[in-house]
């Protein structure tokens, strides 16, 4: 039940950001020049130090894509939230945080926790430090804190697609 309120909570704010900002259709030649440039462009910095990012673009729709077997679309930001749709109907966020500190990773983990209603396993070999629990992962690499939700479906304890998006946007950001 308090998934399907959040789906339909995102749902809600990818339709007023998208009508916000008056997207048009994208024709199928410029949507794949846009996925070939995406792979090979750099990546830009994602936020001003000491806030979430919000502009997305720590990885792009073509390297989820690569890494989900799915295509997504342009994401879309909420409450600092990154979001894509993918190809098969089902979102994947992402939350950011820069110059985080213990008790940001102490509040990532609550967060987790809650929006998840399991205990939190640790993951070893990724970052400095990283826990997931159901379809939620928190991975801290230095003074990052990446939140991916909805990665891998269903988790259940083994996240390799989120782990994965973790590693693409930390080699992203550096």
């Known amino acids: 039940m308090q998934r399907a309120a959040s789906i339909a909570l995102v749902s809600i704010a990818i339709a007023l950001d998208v009508s916000a900002c008056g ?3 994208t024709s199928g030649s410029s949507a794949a020049s846009s996925a070939e440039a995406a792979l090979s462009a750099p ?20 390297q989820l894509g690569s890494i989900e077997g799915a295509t997504y679309a342009a994401p ?6 990154c ?9 994947l966020s992402i939350t950011l945080t820069r110059n985080a500190t213990d008790a940001d990773w102490r509040n990532v983990l609550d967060t987790v926790q809650g929006d998840q209603r399991e205990d939190l396993t640790p993951i070893s070999g990724l970052g ?16 990052m804190i990446v939140d991916i939700r909805n990665g891998d479906s269903p988790g259940f304890g083994k996240w390799p697609k989120s782990a994965a998006i973790a590693n693409a946007v930390f080699a992203n950001l550096h």
């Open 23 to 25: 997207r048009g259709s």
């Open 43 to 62: 990546v830009a910095s994602a936020a001003a130090a000491g806030s979430p990012a919000t502009d997305c673009s720590y990885i792009s729709p073509a």
């Open 76 to 81: 879309t930001s909420f409450h600092s939230i």
């Open 83 to 91: 979001t894509w749709i993918g190809s098969d109907g089902n979102p």
């Open 128 to 143: 400095d430090r990283a826990q997931g629990a159901g379809l939620e992962i928190a991975v801290q690499r230095g003074s």
